[in-house]
């Protein structure tokens, strides 16, 4: 494939900016990738991985010469990055971002960017339970959606280019206006990962009841839970402050629902649970027809490592 | 491995059933498999494919003679198969099952067995969101947690037995008290389904409004949940019916602490939801630590079929 960008900056080095920069070398689709996270440690990681082809000590010196901005960094701090680097922003270049709530973003960037440059807000959904500069993978991308919400009016040339890079490491793409970027987003995302941590959380409680029980017994259908409950925590909260909204409107909607079915189980109305069990299964159907997952039992886990036997 | 029973028979061909069957051929623990369901499908198909050794018309039939009988029907049908087979049991048979529900299964099947046969129930911590009699595979109790309740006074060579052929098969075993039982598994499979099946349907509610986005969408979370809400619709009816007590006590723990939460994020609370998303992060790894899931990102999912892309 063709260079699309001759010099890119990932400004935050997780697992998100990490597997662009990998997905960008493995593809060729960047002239030069530059660098920068505000922790020295992280720097040094990525320095020592060979992840970018710099790395710089500030976001000032990393967007110099920069054709394609990238904020990759906790929605709560995009604002003051984009504050920092504004001065030096190349006329003509793209800025964007790789955020989990797109309004927010839009309202805290959008404003301290320069008219010369064009805002293109987006969000790969793809990621695992891993984070930080290690976490990162060439393929992350692969068969994945990629959400943009262009603002009207977004040059159509810049906007087509920032679409190349993007299908370059794999991913499809979606155009969607913000407010229902994160609607959906909730349903798919946002809530189910509250939900998980929530249920993780209440284990932990009775664990201290019962021992190593609720660890031990997990493959039950809880470590599905704990996998999205390990997911990074800072992300997770600044998820949540700031799509609030759109949280706690389908959270209004999910507890009405769980006191049905828990009403279900009180009185005893087996047809009603098994009604609702029966339509939820066509669900899944739809996911796996959709390409959105393996239709393998269990995922086609492996075989997992032995443990002791407390039974002798 | 040698023969640990002559012969043993299987009421109710599903997924445990049929693994049962294809475990203990492989390892050679049974000198013949006897099979049984209600329905003349699954019994046609059981013989279509050879799962047993074989396959029966009736109950009564299909248990005479046998050394270990195994009942692997949806928990409320225990009793009635109790029944039906109690007059046609060998003396000195052991019976066991497979439920998700001990405390249940003890009063509904204990009562119609004569004195003469060993009765211990069983549950084998394994499965996969498929069912049926195709579903089944060898390996699926290699590693996994096999539950025994043993009532007081059980025969400690009946006993002895059962655990051979278990531990033939790959399970870990661990002694359990019934009632303890169904609240461990209430935290570790029970409520996480209930919950999972929710969120399905919360979703399902929003397709109408947002087309096909949340199917689309899924991989950024939802898809963990809708595996676990494909599950058998009658088998989990049957639980949550069998173990409403402790489901209850669970669920009213769940919407507590969920209620903390939704108040968080109302009230902006960042420093409450980023402590609690650290300390759900450290049960994860207990769990990998135990050896009970695998630490590949995203589960070691491979690479899922291309889909079109509406983006041309």
């Known amino acids: ?18 597997s662009m920069a990998h997905a960008m ?43 394609l901005i990238v904020l990759a960094v906790p929605v709560s701090a995009m604002g003051e990055v984009a504050a920092q680097i504004a001065p030096h922003l190349k006329p003509g270049a793209t ?27 987006g969000h790969p959904l793809a990621g695992t339970e891993h984070s930080g500069p290690l976490s990162g993978f060439a393929s992350l991308f692969q068969n994945r959606w990629w959400l943009l919400t262009p603002p009207e009016g977004t040059d159509q040339q810049a906007l087509a280019r920032l679409r190349d890079l993007i299908r370059g ?18 349903v798919t995302s946002h809530v189910p990962h509250l939900i998980a941590y929530t ?19 997990s493959a039950a259908g809880f470590r599905d839970f704990t996998r999205i409950a390990a997911s990074d925590p800072i992300m997770w909260r600044d998820v949540f402050m700031e799509n609030s909204e759109a949280t706690l409107d389908i959270l209004g909607r999910f507890t ?22 029966t339509r939820t299964r066509a669900i899944r159907r739809s996911i796996i027809e959709a390409g959105q997952d393996t239709d393998a039992p269990d995922f086609g886990r492996s075989a997992v490592q032995p443990v002791a036997t407390p039974d002798g």
Chains 1, 2 share one sequence.
């Open 25 to 67: 070398r493995a593809f060729g689709l960047a002239g030069h990738v530059a660098g920068y996270a505000r922790s020295a440690e992280t720097r040094d990681t990525a320095r020592r991985i060979g992840m970018c082809d710099s790395i710089h000590d500030s976001a000032a010196e990393a967007v110099a010469g920069a054709d």
């Open 95 to 121: 800025v964007t971002d790789v955020g989990s709530v797109k309004q927010s973003v839009v309202q805290s960037v959008g404003p301290h960017l320069p008219p010369n440059v064009h805002f293109i807000p």
């Open 169 to 186: 490491m794999g991913a499809n793409i979606e155009d969607m206006e913000p407010g229902h970027h994160d609607l959906v987003l909730a």
């Open 199 to 217: 249920m993780v959380g209440v284990a932990d409680h009775l664990r201290r009841v019962t021992e190593s029980e609720v660890i031990q017994y």
């Open 1 to 18: 494939m063709s260079v699309i960008y001759d010099r890119v900056v990932l400004i935050g080095l997780g697992l998100i900016a990490g």
């Open 256 to 277: 009405e629902e769980l006191f049905v079915l828990q009403r279900a189980i009180r009185m005893g109305d087996g047809p009603q649970l098994h009604e609702y069990f």
